[in-house]
């Protein structure tokens, strides 16, 4: 079964970059998804296919992909950006199709 | 705009079967190319996918809980519901459904939008 590997947290100082990372194997030839998830929320997708932004997500967001490492990218950090941040594939070939990352807190120092 | 709103016991003593519901306002659940799923997260840990009823009826489930899980929907009453049986306290955690969006091309793909507030159920006698 696919298996995907987050680092459990990220730090960053506001208005710099963040970068969160999503590697598995074979996750180059699928979808990769984003979901933020702030403190007593539901998740809200906010990359899918890798680097389309969802509506209403702010530019300051960016998915990449490269090999087997998916990254979603956060500019200009602010405050409000500190959430658990988690990807996701769909894996048709296997009997566990959906697959979560273990998900990332990113912490704005 | 689609919304999703679980309801059901927050507290259901081991043994027991957790049956919970979600409701569709905004759409209908037989139309569109989309998987209604559960997706549950326990407390300080990730995010766990349960399983899926799609808009033909079809249901798949997460093979670590095949035998235990059930997933029906009601197109009448834009519903889906999930039945969990024989709960331990390992299945305690905040239970969520959400709409996968199924995408063909370019790639097979699934993604979750929107989801549920999500609901709280602890399994304790």
């Known amino acids: 079964s696919n298996v995907l590997t987050q680092p459990p947290s990220v730090s960053v100082a506001p208005g710099k970059t963040a970068t969160i990372t999503c590697g598995g194997n074979?996750?180059?030839?699928?979808?990769v998804h984003w979901y933020q998830q702030r403190p007593g929320q539901a998740p809200v997708v906010v990359i899918y296919y890798d680097s389309d932004r969802s509506s209403g997500i702010p530019e300051r967001f960016a998915g990449s992909k490269s090999g087997n490492t998916a990254t979603l990218t956060i500019s200009r950090v602010e405050a409000g950006d500190e959430a658990d941040y988690h990807c996701q594939v769909w894996d048709a070939s296997v009997d566990h199709p959906v697959v979560f990352g273990g998900g990332t807190k990113l912490i704005v120092l | 705009q689609v919304q999703l709103q679980e309801s059901g016991p927050g507290l259901v003593k081991p043994s027991q079967t957790l049956s919970l519901t979600c409701t569709v306002s905004g759409g209908s659940i037989s139309s569109g190319d989309y998987y209604w799923s559960w997706i549950r997260q326990p407390p300080g840990k990730g995010l766990e996918w349960i399983g899926y009823i799609s808009y033909s009826g079809h249901t798949y489930y997460n093979p670590s809980l095949k035998s235990r899980v059930t997933i029906s929907g009601d197109t009448s009453r834009k519903q889906f519901s999930l039945k969990l049986s024989s709960v331990t306290a390992a299945d305690t955690a905040v239970y969520y459904c959400?709409?996968?969006?199924?995408?063909?091309?370019?790639?097979?793909?699934?993604?979750?939008?929107?989801w549920g507030q999500g609901t709280l159920v602890t399994v304790s006698s």
């Open positions: 074979n996750i180059g030839s699928k979808g």
């Open positions: 959400a709409r996968g969006l199924i995408v063909a091309v370019p790639a097979p793909m699934v993604w979750f939008d929107p």
